[in-house]
Structures are given as C-alpha cells and as structure tokens.
C-alpha cells in the first residue's frame, strides 16, 4: 500500500507553497508585461543601403568589330564578313563576290599592327565582276574607310601596292613592329589558271591609319 500522507506534514510546509505559487505568478507577470512590451525585432529585414551596395551584373556588350568597307575611288561598298584560316592553312576569303573579309586571326582595323581584308577579284560564276576588280587601279594618297559595329569610321591612306608571286615571302603583309595601325587588302591578280581553277599571283594594297593632329 502506499504510505499515508500526513496532513500535519502538508499543513507545516503549506508557507513554502504559498510563497512558491507567488514566485511563479510573478514569474507570469514579468514574462507576460516583457511579451507585449518589448519591440518588435526582425532577424533580416534588408535595408535600402543594402540593396543599393549589392553588385548589379555587368551587362555583356558586344565586341567591336568590322562591319563595312568604302573605297570611293573604286566605287566599293561592301560589307565585311569575318574569316580564319583554311584547313591547309591558307588565309579565308568571302563566301560570295561582292562582300570583303576581315582576316580575324589579325588586329582589328586601327589597333596596332597589320589588319588583313581579304576579297574576290575577276569574274564570277555569273558573269559579274568582283569586289576588288579594280583594287590595282588605288595610287598612294587615296582614301580607304573601314566602319566598325559600334558606328566609328577610321579612315586609311594608301602608301603602296605591291604584287606576289606563289612562292614570294609575304610575311610583311601580316607582321608589323612599328606599332603603328596598318589595313592591308588582299586580292587575286593575274591570268585565270584553268587547270589550278586560281590566279598566280596576289595584290596587296598596303595602307596606314590616318591620325588627326
């Protein structure tokens, strides 16, 4: 049986029950006032200042890049495409007769260095004549303009023409230390080689960007 609880005993300790129900109601009361009173706290609330100081992504902008070509002399207006290397290594050329190509493997036209364009010359399938037909006709003095995709026009000067053979080295055609803005213009030159289906040789316009003063 479970032992008898004395009412004597409770009776003796019913002081210490009273002052432990009063400790524990005020106890109530001073969590109770501190529940409602206190101020009211967000744990992340981002500020104005915050938002402002995050980092915006960069916006992507396109790369600056050849888009046009007018000689005026030889009455050319074309658009530029862009082309590489060939499999047998062989600098491109346009897909069809009347565009030009800027050689992508070289500076931009107006950066240091020598900026290739490279373009048809003769007759093609259709009978019509070629971008650079008359490219041989430009003397020193006379005006090339290169537009970029950005709307800037640089113009260049023709310093000299020179001609190559299949086997000459053109390496001053690509390479240049003087750190200056060259444009070098390429095209076929001679007679129609029926067996090779080419030309023999190739012309070279060789023009320098001119600076304003």
């Not at 009063?22 to 409602?36: D, K, P, S, T």
């Not at 070098?184 to 012309?203: F, V």
């Amino acid at each position: 049986m479970p032992a008898k609880i004395s009412a004597k005993k409770i009776l003796s300790k019913w002081p210490l029950l009273i002052a432990g129900f009063e400790l524990a109601a005020l106890a109530v009361i001073v969590i109770f006032f501190l529940a409602f009173n206190l101020p009211e706290q967000n744990f992340y609330t981002p500020s104005a200042s915050a938002a402002d100081n995050q980092i915006a992504p960069k916006k992507q902008t396109s790369p600056v890049l050849p888009v046009n070509l007018k000689i005026a002399k030889i009455k050319v207006n074309a658009t530029l495409e862009q082309v590489g290397l060939t499999p047998d290594g062989a600098v491109g050329v346009p897909k069809g007769p009347y565009n030009a190509a800027w050689f992508n493997q070289s500076p931009l036209p107006g950066d240091a260095g020598n900026a290739v364009i490279t373009g048809h010359y003769g007759v093609w399938k259709n009978g019509k004549p070629t971008v650079f037909n008359n490219l041989y006709k430009l003397r020193p003095g006379d005006k090339i303009l290169v537009k970029n995709n950005k709307g800037v026009t640089l113009t260049f000067i023709v310093r000299k023409l020179q001609t190559y053979g299949d086997n000459d080295d053109a390496s001053d055609v690509f390479i240049s230390s003087d750190g200056k803005a060259h444009l070098n213009i390429i095209t076929c030159q001679g007679a129609w080689n029926r067996t090779t289906k080419s030309y023999p040789k190739r012309l070279v316009v060789f023009a320098d960007l001119l600076t304003k003063k």
